[in-house]
């Protein structure tokens, strides 16, 4: 993250939760957990004994209805410590030797945010060095640069007395400085120019006998392939602005080291990565079923889970990595299978269970109002951009949240997510008559009249279908 305040190094527990505050509503002790969580981490690393390697930390099984905020917790605590994150679901893996995902690709998932995470902040380092090669290829494109010296072209000065262009050369050199100044300045944006673009070898390569290996295997096999194939160059004509952003990924690719990538990725990863396990309650058997189906199935993928949870290495085709001190955040709604329902040895590994509460009329008041990414300032920027100014009295936003809380109760609770859809509702009608009805400069009032007038016929007539996601 480049802005340092918001740098795990730097922020206490309580400076973690304040910032989590100003995204989430609630769910105060699922916070203090993830901060502690998070701030172990740093703590660990500066720890100078020998005991810092066993130093594990505490996985967080996070056990609540969804829509409560569990996801974004998890994904809103990784941004604030600049660390890969990954979220899967524990329902989509399949245990060794079933058709589906294995539960290491989750590791090879989380290092390749990595890779991403360090290749864009070293990208940023070269960026300026990238940007002054992409301007000299581009005015290549443009004025091809003459080479040697040509015959004089102009024997006598200009009327103003100051030297005039005597060569080929020097003629050339003066169209593309004022060709430069162009490009700097934005005129040119929009001509087409052809330009190369190396594409990597191993494109259109297929794996036979893919299912006698496993997923890794292929990956590092399909990779040397590809680096041992030569680059191929594909001419493109495309526009200067969209030719700057594919030659400066290019270029600055070029510019930095990706061994020195891949093995700070690594670090990375093992030692900041989080993983999020979403529908972890899925895998797990009810006490009540005893015998075949699909429970064998699910407890194997709580087996297989198991050693990557503990610690073991995983090899992906950017090395081996170690799960030891990845964070680990499993969660789940366990409406009908119990945490206990998971086998022992899995549960042991995530020692620290926090319940996150079901959100009220007044919760989601607030979630309307306060975070700095509200569902109502979202759909007030989406009319900005139209120039029309959308705005809630405080009686609507009652409303609304009266409408999604009534909902959640009498058909199925989803949480916030109720919210989407009931605005959607609500405002889906100016939202198309945005801007051949409505015209810019208009102001939109929205009232509680105006919500009980959108959306009682659904109270009424028990019409809720369509807000079951």
């Known amino acids: 993250m480049n802005n340092p305040e918001l740098n795990s190094a730097y922020l206490t527990p309580r400076q973690i939760v304040e910032e989590l505050d100003k995204y989430i509503i609630g769910q105060n002790d699922a916070k203090k957990n993830v901060a502690i969580a998070l701030r ?27 829509g409560v ?21 524990a329902s989509k893996f399949t245990e060794v030797g079933y058709v ?37 290829i581009i005015l290549d494109a443009l004025i091809p640069p003459l080479k040697g010296s040509a015959a004089p072209l102009y024997g006598k000065p200009s009327e103003s007395g100051t030297e005039v262009p005597t060569t080929d050369q020097e003629l050339n050199e003066q169209t593309r400085a004022r060709f430069r100044e162009k490009i700097r300045n934005g ?71 990706m061994d020195e990538v891949k093995e700070e990725a690594l670090l990375k990863a093992e030692n900041s990565g989080i993983i999020f396990v979403d529908e972890i309650d899925k895998i797990a058997g009810s006490a009540k079923k005893q015998g075949g189906g699909p429970d064998v199935s699910r407890e194997g993928v709580q087996r297989d889970l198991l050693p990557i949870v503990e610690g073991c290495a995983v090899s992906t085709k950017y090395g081996v990595v170690k799960t030891d001190h990845i964070l680990f955040i499993a969660a789940g709604a366990f409406h009908i299978a119990k945490p ?42 989406l009319f900005e951009s139209e120039q029309v100014k959308l705005e809630f009295d405080d009686a609507a936003i009652e409303s609304v949240a009266d409408k999604a809380f009534q909902i959640n109760s009498e058909i199925e609770n989803i949480g916030a997510r109720r919210l989407h859809t009931v605005l959607s509702q609500l405002l889906n009608e100016f939202l198309y008559d945005v801007p051949d009805k409505i015209g810019p400069n208009a102001h939109l009032l929205i009232t509680a009249e105006m919500v009980e007038e959108k959306l009682k016929h659904l109270i009424q007539n028990k019409d809720l279908s369509q807000f079951i996601l």
Do not use: C, H
């Not at 360090?118 to 000299?136: H, Y």
């Open 40 to 66: 172990n981490r740093w703590r660990r690393m500066n720890v100078t004994s020998e005991i810092q390697n066993e130093i594990i930390p505490n996985n967080i099984l996070m056990i609540g209805a969804t």
């Open 69 to 89: 905020g569990k996801t974004e917790i998890a994904r809103r605590m990784a941004r604030i410590a600049d660390a890969p994150f990954t979220k899967v679901e």
């Open 100 to 136: 589906g995902r294995d539960v290491e690709s989750m590791v090879r998932d989380l290092v390749e945010q990595s890779v991403n995470i360090v290749k864009t902040r070293k990208q940023e380092t070269v960026k300026e060095k990238a940007e002054q090669i992409v301007e000299d």
């Open 187 to 257: 005129e040119l944006e929009d001509r087409k120019i052809e330009i190369n673009i190396k594409q990597s070898g191993n494109s259109g390569i297929g794996m036979i006998g893919g299912g006698m290996m496993d997923e890794a295997s292929m990956i590092n096999l399909q990779e040397m392939i590809g680096n041992m194939l030569p680059k191929k160059n594909k001419k493109r004509k495309v526009t200067i602005a969209e030719a700057r952003k594919i030659l400066i990924e290019e270029e600055s690719s070029k510019l930095i080291d």
């Open 340 to 381: 206990s329902d998971l086998i022992p040895e899995l549960q042991g590994r995530f020692p620290i269970r926090v319940e996150l509460d079901n959100l009220t009329k007044e919760d989601f008041v607030r979630i309307l109002k306060e975070p700095k990414n509200a569902l109502t300032k979202q759909y007030t920027a």
